[in-house]
């Protein structure tokens, strides 16, 4: 069987060297247990509203999260 050809979605980050100098804030963590582990920083406004995402049905992923989990992925933003 051949290998099937799937567009890429995920994009490589620019070199430290070429990207222009920008402090980066630092997350708010106070939402975040002492006991936890493992955590993970999603950005999902970033992702759908690059480039690359510009044909990417985000009708089907609001409704799929609405469904799912009760939020609505592309509406997601800071906690307050």
Same mark, same amino acid.
Do not use: N
């Given at each position: 069987?051949?290998? $099937?050809? /799937?567009? %890429?979605?995920? #994009?490589?980050?620019? =070199? @430290? #060297?070429?990207? =222009? @100098? !920008?402090? @980066?804030?630092?997350?708010?963590?106070?939402? !975040? #247990? =002492? $006991?936890? +582990?493992? @955590?993970?920083? /999603?950005?999902?406004?970033? !992702?759908?509203? %690059?480039?690359?995402?510009?044909?990417?049905? #985000?009708? /089907?992923? %609001?409704?799929?999260?609405?469904?799912? +989990?009760?939020?609505? =992925?592309?509406?997601?933003?800071?906690? %307050?």
């Amino acid at each position: 069987m051949g290998a $099937a050809l /799937v567009p %890429s979605i995920a #994009t490589a980050q620019i =070199p @430290a #060297t070429e990207r =222009p @100098a !920008v402090a @980066a804030a630092k997350p708010d963590l106070g939402y !975040v #247990t =002492p $006991a936890t +582990f493992a @955590a993970i920083l /999603v950005h999902p406004q970033r !992702v759908l509203r %690059s480039p690359e995402m510009e044909f990417l049905p #985000t009708e /089907v992923i %609001s409704a799929a999260g609405l469904k799912d +989990f009760g939020i609505d =992925p592309c509406e997601m933003s800071r906690p %307050s």
